[in-house]
C-alpha cells in the first residue's frame, strides 16, 4: 500500500513557475514509476508526465514537453513536477499517481495509487 500526498499548488499568472510534490509513503518508493495527471473542470483526467522507479526514464504528453519536468528523489520518497512556462490552459486539478514494477506509462488505468490531487490555477 502506498499512500501519495500532493502539495505546491496554487495561483500563478501566465508565463510564471510552480513546483509541484508528491510524497509518498513506504520502504520502497524505488519499486514504483510514478506519474502525474490533471484534470480540469468537466474534462477527462489527462496524463502530463510520468518518471521511472530509477528516475533514468521519463515520458510527456506533447502539451507539456519542453515547459515541464518530472524528477524523483528515492531518498526522500518525493517526485516532483516543475512547470515554467505556464498557461491558463494549464488549469486543472493536478494528481500524482504510482504503478508498482510499472513502465512510464500514459494510461491512467496502469496506475494503482492515487493521491488527493492539488489545484493548480494559471491567470491570464
Known amino acids: 500500500q502506498v499512500q501519495l500526498v500532493e502539495s505546491g499548488g496554487g495561483l500563478v499568472q501566465a508565463r510564471g513557475s510552480l513546483r509541484l510534490s508528491c510524497a509518498a509513503s513506504?520502504?520502497?518508493?524505488?519499486?514504483?514509476?510514478m506519474g502525474w495527471f490533471r484534470q480540469a473542470p468537466g474534462k477527462e483526467r489527462e496524463f502530463v508526465a510520468a518518471?521511472?522507479?530509477?528516475?533514468?526514464?521519463?515520458n510527456y504528453a506533447d502539451s507539456v514537453k519542453g515547459r515541464f519536468t518530472i524528477s524523483r528523489d528515492n531518498a526522500k520518497n518525493t517526485v516532483y513536477l516543475q512547470m515554467n512556462s505556464l498557461k491558463p490552459e494549464d488549469t486543472a486539478v493536478y494528481y500524482c499517481?504510482?504503478?508498482?514494477?510499472?513502465?512510464?506509462?500514459?494510461?491512467?488505468?496502469?496506475?494503482?495509487?492515487w493521491g488527493q490531487g492539488t489545484q493548480v490555477t494559471v491567470s491570464t
Open positions: 499517481a504510482a504503478r508498482i514494477f510499472g513502465s512510464t506509462s500514459a494510461a491512467k488505468n496502469d496506475y494503482n495509487y
Open positions: 513506504g520502504r520502497t518508493f524505488s519499486w514504483y514509476a
Open positions: 518518471i521511472s522507479g530509477s528516475g533514468g526514464a521519463t
